[in-house]
């Protein structure tokens, strides 16, 4: 009899552990992806559609049919896991195994336009698509996120007035050399920084640490990320973020038939929420599983940064390398070059989550 296998999310993780897992042992699975959309949307690329560039989605039902992988369009209610059995609204699904790769969406902000799914970003887009030359726009967030949307937004609208509000340094988890960058770029481009936290947000700007109140026609807010309550609620094991608690081998740490990935999980070694440590960890859980259907004992998770890059733009990026804990290493690449390398790990973070890539796990694995 088939293993039912029920993968909670459609982003990067859940589509990658799907795909993977459904290649790897075939026949012996029956895997159904459950998703509040129907569509996979490249979250890494929201800062664009943001700014007006048409973003690419993929329809999941054609994508995952192609490789015998059910969707259910709809949002998980409940969980079950003593019972194992999911709740899709009025449907309910019981499995052999679940895979949570629900993921997260950034912190909402009732005075604040975000970009961390395609709803709210189509929201952002239709907004300062009303802007006129001259409006004032307050990104708040020196991370990523904040960084990559101001860039975008100073560049493709340069007669905006942009400022990026961080509440540290700017790139202070960087090396010398990419700070130095970074607020190179920033200031070429016309984007005002300040270095102190919002701690108040209002319809007609922010006001700032220092007192200061910053004026504004929108402030998008670019800091901060949660994750769903369903794990919490469902009664896995979860730290105080609502993360799925899970063991060397990505298995939940209260339920042996649930498995975790990316952003709503509590990765071994406090690895951060990225679209890197996304794919290998469900190409972890997907093996896992695989494993365990084919009697062989999963492996623990290994892991190691390479690098981040961080658009600046259409033309410039920066490509920092990093040394396998995830501290900024000496070497640098921006530029050009740099644009062009961020541009192909885009796409290539794309094709893995919706190609299965190599298998590894139904072969028997060696522990070290």
Not at 131 to 153: C, F
Not at 218 to 241: E, I, K
Not at 252 to 259: A, E, F, G
Request: net charge neutral.
């Amino acid at each position: 009899m088939a293993q039912r296998i029920v993968v909670v999310g459609a982003g990067y993780a859940g589509l990658s552990a799907a795909g993977r897992v459904a290649r790897a042992v075939g026949d012996r699975v029956e895997v159904t992806v459950v998703n509040p959309s129907p569509w996979f949307v490249e979250r890494v690329r929201l800062h664009q559609v943001a700014v007006g560039t048409d973003g690419a989605r993929v329809d999941l039902a054609a994508l995952l049919g192609k490789r015998g992988v059910s969707l259910v369009v709809g949002t998980a209610t409940a969980l079950d896991p003593d019972a194992r059995r999911l709740t899709v609204g009025a449907r309910e699904l019981d499995y052999d195994f679940l895979v949570y790769a629900a993921g997260s969406t950034g912190v909402v902000d009732q005075h604040a336009l975000t970009i961390s799914g395609a709803d709210d970003t189509a929201l952002t887009r239709a907004r300062l698509a009303q802007l006129p030359d001259g409006a004032r726009v307050t990104v708040v967030g020196g991370g990523a996120t904040g960084l990559e949307m101001a860039t975008e937004l100073a560049e493709s609208r340069p007669g905006l007035a942009v400022r990026l509000v961080t509440g540290e340094e700017l790139g202070a988890w960087l090396s010398p050399r990419a700070r130095d960058h970074l607020r190179t770029v920033l200031t070429r481009m016309g984007v005002e920084i300040h270095e102190t936290k919002v701690v108040e947000t209002h319809p007609d700007g922010v006001t700032l640490a220092t007192g200061e109140h910053l004026p504004g026609e929108a402030t998008l807010w670019c800091t901060g990320f949660t994750v769903p309550s369903l794990a919490r609620d469902s009664g896995l094991a979860v730290d105080n973020q609502g993360r799925v608690l899970v063991d060397q081998t990505l298995r939940s740490q209260s339920h042996d038939t649930v498995y975790a990935a990316g952003d709503a999980t509590a990765l071994p070694g406090n690895l951060r929420m990225a679209c890197a440590t996304a794919l290998p960890s469900a190409q972890h859980v997907a093996d896992g599983i695989a494993a365990r259907i084919t009697g062989r004992e999963p492996e623990p998770l290994r892991f190691k940064f390479v690098a981040q890059c961080i658009s600046l733009g259409r033309r410039d990026a920066l490509l920092q390398f990093l040394n396998p804990d995830d501290s900024p290493g000496e070497k640098i690449l921006t530029g050009r070059t740099a644009a062009l390398a961020k541009e192909a790990i885009v796409r290539g973070a794309a094709l893995s989550a919706r190609r299965p890539g190599p298998l590894r796990a139904v072969r028997p694995l060696r522990t070290t």
